[in-house]
């Protein structure tokens, strides 16, 4: 995800936001803290697919996939990824065979013939067996690259070949406001929260995702809302108020944890491993969004 135009977010007056655990905490402590929620397992993680020198496009082998899951599922009950092609299906079919539930999903684009291909590879996984929500389309509204009618039909597509299986889309939480008849077509809302990349200082940034979350929800109507991407990066260039720094990123991760935790939320952390091919679209910092490096190692300890 990339940077959305807006106003500099301040703190609300609105009882359901909680303040931020973490400002009394000392380095240490938050250090401590970080490992101990991890170690005792997230609802959710983000799979981050691609080894250093590979990029979208790129095919996916069985022994990178499965390297990469065993890792993640000592951390966490569910795995989410993002495309159905190239290697990609391996994922949620490992993430079985390692007893994780599944978030699946079809990348969606410009290219007709590849939108088959994913909705077919998508469908696929679906009835064997392999996916327990399915996700049509990632940030394609937010790209410009479907139109809201075409994202729709692909919706429904998949809705009627799988009726048994929750179907979503996943974009910025915004636009689950904007854009009533998409989520009306959605049986989950997936929504994206990334205080990062609207500039909002560390010290606001937990309550400003708590704000986004609020507004998918109002948006949903009753319908279930997952917080489908959110993280804080720990290396890179600043974006406005918002630093990337090692503490920064704990403190975010804290947070997220704990208050999901509490209010039964469910969360997709984003995300596991850094990839550098995403420098490309977001700059340095979009290399270091991962828990562990690109050499699979833990980051904070």
């Known amino acids: ?17 909680r303040p931020d655990f973490t400002n009394e905490q000392s380095p240490q402590d938050i250090t401590n803290l970080f490992n101990r929620l991890l170690g005792s397992g997230i609802h959710g993680i983000c799979f981050s697919v691609y080894d250093e020198g590979q990029k979208p496009g790129d095919i996916i ?13 000592k951390h966490t009950g569910w795995i989410r990824s993002f495309s159905c092609v190239e290697g990609n299906e391996l994922i949620p079919v490992l993430a079985k065979e390692y007893g994780l539930k599944t978030l699946v999903g079809a990348w969606l684009g410009r290219d007709a013939e590849k939108n088959e291909l994913e909705i077919e590879g998508l469908i696929k996984l679906a009835k064997d067996g392999f996916v327990d929500i399915a996700a049509v389309g990632n940030e394609v509204l937010y790209r ?25 889309y996943v974009d910025a ?16 809302i997936l929504c994206n929260c990334y205080p990062y990349w609207e500039g909002t200082d560390i010290k606001y940034a937990f309550q400003h995702m708590q704000s986004m979350y609020h507004q998918a929800l109002v948006a949903a ?43 039964d939320i469910e969360v997709f952390y984003f995300s596991s491993f850094d990839e550098s091919w995403k420098k490309a679209s977001e700059g340095e910092v979009g290399a270091y969004w991962g828990i562990w490096d690109s050499n699979e190692r833990l980051k904070f300890q």
């Open 61 to 73: 082998t069985e022994d990178q996939v499965r390297r990469r899951m065993k890792i993640l599922s």
């Open 144 to 168: 410009k690259d479907l139109t809201e009618v075409a994202l729709i039909d692909c919706i429904y597509k998949v809705k009627t070949q799988i009726p048994d299986i929750p179907v979503g």
């Open 221 to 263: 109507q009753g319908k279930k809302v997952i917080i489908s991407e959110t993280g804080w990066p720990n290396k890179g260039e600043s974006f406005r108020l918002a630093d990337p720094t090692n503490q920064n990123a704990m403190k975010y991760f804290i947070n997220t944890q704990l208050w999901a935790g509490e209010n």
């Open 173 to 188: 939480y915004y636009e689950f406001a904007e854009r009533p008849d998409v989520t009306a077509a959605c049986d989950v």
């Open 1 to 17: 995800m990339s940077f959305r135009e807006t106003k500099l977010w301040t703190p609300q007056n609105d009882e359901s936001i």
